[in-house]
């Protein structure tokens, strides 16, 4: 499955043209592949809307609320703070106390963007006082993965929307070729990489962002088998909590199962642990376990499926 899916990636790739600046040669078994077909994600986004407005899940009922509790939401690429206006929304009426990131229009080079929410990480930490829970739909998601690989004192736990989280990047191949086109904007704001973007990149974001999570801090991973833009077996983390829903890419953010799923986890994860708590860290060993069996992924809590 996933050789297929590298194939009809790259059959896409050649009808683009070029991927990230190279020509793209199809061999003869590619050529009798079915290419991926780019399905608008308006439709759903509106089902998925009018599903969670009619859910019992969007007026709080029958789940644990938060205590004002601090959630940094960061959006997709092309997208900005607006698109998460619902799920902020839903989020202070449930307890919780959200952020946003910031960002007017989520165009700018990873690197860049992963700094300036560094900014944004330290002035909510100052006001908060507590780690975060990190949410970030897409790109976002790979931000919010970027946030705690290097902040790990910042962030209690990351969820992923539809991100990709492995190096395999195996993202619609028009998304490379928007990201390639806004080039010359990102320039405006300073100079770029020609690689930017890619996994040929020497940033910080590039050779941090695929790695294993640090200790103590968590993540889930929501993904669909209906995403058209994002194959879901590069959301898929081997250590992380995987959970699956169903729907298109750009409906994640609306999207009642996603909400459920969140509910669940906020309220595992928002609020610290007593082993948290404690003003040192555990020294012995016995400490030290249960310290680490406090803030274990939710993926060790709940019975693990095989993605494969």
Known sequence: MCEQGAVRARQ???????LWGKKVNLTA????????????????YFFQLGALLRDP?????????????????????LGGDWTMVVMAGWLNRIGYRAYFSGIGWNIDCPNRTGELLRWR????????????????????????????SNFPEKIRHVISLGSPVN???????????????????????????????????TC????????????????????????????????????GDNQEVSGRHLGLIVNPQVYQILART???????HEAEAHPFPPTGPLQRAASAQARRPLGNALPKRDWS
């Open 57 to 77: 899940i969007y007026r709080g009922a029958h789940i644990q609320g938060g205590k004002g509790e601090p959630v940094l939401l960061i959006p997709g690429f």
């Open 204 to 239: 910080n974001f590039s050779q941090t962002v695929f790695l294993p999570l640090p200790p103590g801090v968590g993540f889930t991973s929501i993904f669909s088998k209906q995403d058209e833009i994002v194959d879901w077996r590069a959301s898929i983390d081997p250590v």
């Open 29 to 44: 078994e590619e050529k009798t592949t079915m290419p991926w077909q780019l399905v608008a994600s308006t439709g759903d």
């Open 121 to 148: 990480l330290d002035s909510i930490l100052k006001r908060e006082g507590t780690p975060l829970v990190v949410i970030g739909h897409s790109l976002g998601g790979m931000l919010a993965r970027f946030l705690g």
């Open 266 to 272: 906020l309220a595992l994860y928002s609020q610290p």
């Open 12 to 18: 896409e790739a050649q009808q683009i043209g070029w």
């Open 167 to 201: 190096r395999s990047l195996r993202v619609h191949p028009l998304v490379h070729f928007a990201f390639l086109l806004l080039q010359p904007l990102r320039h405006l704001k300073g100079r770029t990489a020609p690689q930017c973007g890619s996994l040929d990149c």
